[in-house]
């Protein structure tokens, strides 16, 4: 994998001035040491890439900075002045440190322009006059977007690329010394974010710094000049643009070198664990007047669902799951039968499975581990309506040793454990009802390169076992990595089917964007 | 003129035009949310103004209105806070407020001028302090206004445990005439000026931002714990007016009674399209949801129909209210 | 790989995280709170002889019979202010309508049971369906039972309970004659071992409590979150019509009031017992929290002090039980 063009063309950065430097900064939440003597530097005009897996520390730094936590220990410099303990958001505002965070932050039933001047007057008196905030908000909307925005368009009413622009650009409009953009491209589409590096490159020029956290290392590779790793609450290295390579950044994230521990299969392989039809749509529209859907899911095949932010995808899995469409069907085909799939919880009668997208939406927050675990399949535990809980401990102790949970005890809070050993909880409920169609939605949002690595293994080892499983994915090398073939959506529709042979992020970013197939050219 | 580009979440340029659907009209309906309680009044005004033969009698019918409209309105920033926010208080607090004014202040000389700032003070006072408790311990707004409203019915039964009377005082004229202009339009119209005087500066603009998502005008850098004591503190501060108006009308503290207003006050404001989750709505809103419910009454009670009946209709009528509000919100949510 | 890490070592496990970890399974402070309101009433007021404590008993366990549906509802996130309303419709049809119709004590019962299951199950619907805070169409439905009774009974309270059923609910009645206990204190400790078993032993317990825990996961783990909501709510009404038939027969007779303290006093129960919005927690917290709420009204009114009192009590208890139990998030740990 080669490092992207370069952006901006400076030579290094170490004659530029510092404008932020963080030494020895500790946080503790409660039992968690988030944060154990970390160290920052960000330099003027810079983009200083931070990564990390979850729990690294990462978001709790930026946090610190941002003014959302305040720090038990350690000392942050501001253009070489000593920085008083930022009590929130606004006193760093106010600092001159503005944060785009990386959930998508508006208030929904406000217009684009309040959202994009909140909070810059204070509570009684305005700032900045309203034709003034009119011009330039739609100046720097113009300058991210590339069309115009009807600033009095309620927020709600725009997509989640918009929204998450509306908060880009709030930052922006603030003028900040240091810009932190946390995560803050995930939602956006491929048009925005390029326009996004663009306004970075000319902020950079201006002397601003940047503080840049992401998972793409494409991304790294594009505007980054410097990159410093986290791991577990330190600050394990900092590398200057062109000195480093993935597989050197994935080794000092994780302690390991390989992004997937598993050997990909080959095509043979593939073909050879592909069933029988396991699920097949008629005529599936996902908005009225789309181009019809027909495809066939096999038992024993990975197949991967992609595709810009908002383009259909969700909207395919939640068919897949039962949960319907404005036209079409979806039938689960077994033993030589189709049984048109009328609700959710009828599909589930049928064996298929489905995992939400986000933790929140699954987790009983103050439930036990186990009782998180068996929750679908009580049945499985009960006779005569009384619950077995002794049958209830040996079916989740099972589950747990073939998922490789790490946990203190199974009545502790699901709350105790780490994302990834959640989201395999998640996963060992839906396994517990073995279903034969697993459908995913975007699994490893969120979770660490060595639980990430446990459910690639685990999801190959599946589809020996016979599972159809269809998961979508926000993340091109999974897709690249662990799929059979590729379900490309675009508009509501389904644009391209890539197979195996053709599969690679170049092939999946040009059928996102709609382009040809003999357009996978030389970069 | 071109019309600007509006990308919607389907992706499809709302430029074109399109046939009026439902969820066109629900659009609408969220746009301008007290627009169907607008309709409904209107047309209840009208069949009230039929019954009775054009004799409407503007002054006591305002004056009746009243303590029940000013209760509407001091829930609703509370609600439009956000947050789960909720302030079950008003109605007890009301009642706690006539009674002070006639057992304490008007008996001592204080009924008079003085009493006004005196009683707006008490107000806004607990109001504040329902939005510490709020913003201080963390519980739920609903728990917190539970817990004061406890407090306010126990404090109303010890201050008048039985039913106390005012002697001619001014706040009569509240309840008739000023010259030529019903008493009522001065209580009423005080919330309506503080309202619009807040819009003048960023703080009611603020607030609905709070009300809508407050962990991004947290993170955007509003004070939003400020912005929703605020709130509660207008609330509390509408209520001492209502309590002017009620004692004004009904020249008496009756503390059974404190509790007449805490279903009629809800149902006014989530008829006038104040969405029960914050963000949305205003007082001109309940103001209109609460004359819906107000002119119905007095329809029904026209036409002599058992007041028993009118007991239901307000339940009947708070639930219609909030399935409205709800399928608006979930038409929201569909895109 | 083992699945019992050293992950969790690193948690210290000092005497103080070793007493919250027990009160959260347990109701410690509730039980020290009754022990202690107890030793007062024993002390002070000389409440030693099994007599006295059985009429406290009794009040306590028609509030805590109340409090059965309500704890069920703020399990899931809401309350139920439809208890009153229901209690005293109920009463009304026991005693007033059951003579003006001409039925059988046991048919009028009937039919209160099923139009307050009919009620709360319609106003389940309604809030799931519309996403709506239970408080308040609980609120509209009690109103709703309440008028459409008054219209019937024409606004009378005359009716008087039949001696059987006043014998029944007296403290002085020994269960089937020979157990000394109040029969309807039977029925609570029936209730109790009943609620217990289904919160914790069986799949349709864990389902209501997923239910409040995450609706929206409850829905993904296939659970019919409409179905618990409708049941739910229908058995508080359930709760309300039987507890409203032995208020009255506690009573004797029936006026407008006589359902407000037991709602007030099943909210309180629930609440300070220690169960959560949402959860965690259960019945039997509720079952401590109603006994010592009975026990600290006992002490109040052997001190002279009235229901003004009591309500302050109730408002103050529920605010120290939140602030202990039930805080949220911070706005800065929710970015």
Known sequence: MTVAGDVRAEPGTEALPVLISARGVAKTFGATQALRGASFELRAGEVHALVGENGSGKSTLVKVLSGVHAPDAGEIELGGSLLPALRNPRAAVEAGIVTVFQEVLVAEARSVLDNVWLGADGLLRTRIPVREKRARAREALGELLGRPLGLDTPVEELSLSDRQACSIVRALLRRPRVLILDEATSALDVATRDRLFGIIGRLGRDGVGIVFITHRMDEIGEIGDRITVMRSGETVATLERGRWTPRELVRLMTGSDQLTEHARQGIEAAVARRGEVALRTRGLRLVPGAQPIDVEIRSGELVGVAGLEGHGQDGFLEALRGAGAPAGDVARVADGREVTLLSPRHAASYGIAYVPKERRQALFGWMSIRENFAMPTLGDDSRSGWLDLRRMRRRFAEHARRLSIVLGSPSDRITTLSGGNQQKVVLGRWLAARPKVLLLNDPTRGIDVGAKRDLYVLLTRLAEEGLAIVMLSSELDEHVELMDRVLVFREHELFREIGRESLSRRSLVSAFFGESEDADGAA | ?335 | MSVIATASAGVPRGVRARLVDLQARVPLLQLVGLCGVYAYLAADLGFTNWSSVKQILVIASLAGLAAAGQTLLILMGGFDLSISGFIVASSLVVTVLKDKWHVSFVVALLIAVVAAAVLGALAGQICHRFEIQPLIVTLAMGTIALGLIQVQTGGSFSGTAPDWLQHLTSPETKTFGFIDIPPPVSIWIAVTVLMAIFLHRTPGGRRVMATGANPRAAEYSLIDTRRIWTLAFAFSGICSALVGMLVCGFAGSVDSGIGDPYLFQSVVAVIVGGTVFGGPGDYTRTVVGALFLAFVNEALVGKNQGADVQNMVYGAAILLAVALYGRERRLRDRI
């Not at chain 2, 003085?114 to 739920?140: D, H, Q, Y």
């Not at chain 2, 004359?291 to 009670?301: E, F, H, K, P, V």
């Not at chain 2, 209210?321 to 895109?335: D, E, Q, S, W």
């Open chain 2, 1 to 335: 003129m071109a019309l600007p580009e509006v990308h919607s979440a389907t992706g499809i340029s709302s430029a074109s035009w399109s046939p009026v659907s439902a969820s066109d009209l629900l659009r609408l309906l969220n746009r301008y949310s007290f627009g169907f309680a607008l309709l409904l009044m209107v047309a209840l005004l009208l069949a009230n103004l039929a019954e009775e033969s054009w004799n409407f009698g503007w002054s006591d019918q305002l004056a009746n209105f009243a303590p029940m409209a000013l209760a509407a309105m001091a829930s609703t920033p509370a609600i439009i806070s956000g947050g789960g926010g909720f302030d079950l208080t008003i109605s007890p607090l009301i009642y706690f407020i006539g009674e002070i004014f006639i057992i304490w202040l008007a008996p001592n000389g204080l009924g008079g001028a003085e009493s006004v700032p005196i009683v707006l003070l008490i107000g806004a006072g607990v109001g504040m302090l329902n939005g510490l408790l709020i913003i201080g311990l963390r519980v739920p707004p609903v728990v917190a206004t539970l817990s004061m409203y406890f407090v306010l019915i126990g404090a109303d039964l010890k201050i008048a445990p039985n039913p106390q009377y005012l002697s001619t005082s001014w706040v009569q004229h509240l309840a008739h005439s000023v010259g030529p202009v019903p008493g009522a339009v001065f209580t009423l119209g005080f919330p309506l000026v503080v309202w619009g005087l807040l819009g003048l500066i960023p703080y009611r603009r603020t607030l609905y931002a709070v009300g809508s998502n407050d962990a991004t005008a947290f993170a955007s850098g509003v004070d939003v714990s400020a912005v929703r004591v605020a709130a509660y503190t207008l609330g509390g501060l509408f209520a001492a007016v209502g309590a002017l108006a009620l004692v004004g009308l009904t020249v008496s503290a009756n503390s059974n009674l404190s509790q007449t207003y805490t279903l009629l006050a809800i149902a006014s404001v989530a008829l006038g399209g104040t969405s029960l989750w914050g963000g949305r709505g205003g007082l001109v809103g309940s103001m209109i949801g609460a004359a819906c419910i107000y002119l119905l009454g007095n329809l029904l009670t026209t036409l002599q129909i058992d007041p028993s009946y009118l007991q239901v209709m307000y339940g009947g009528m708070l639930v219609f209210a909030v399935i409205l509000g709800g399928v608006a919100a979930k038409a929201k949510a569909a895109p």
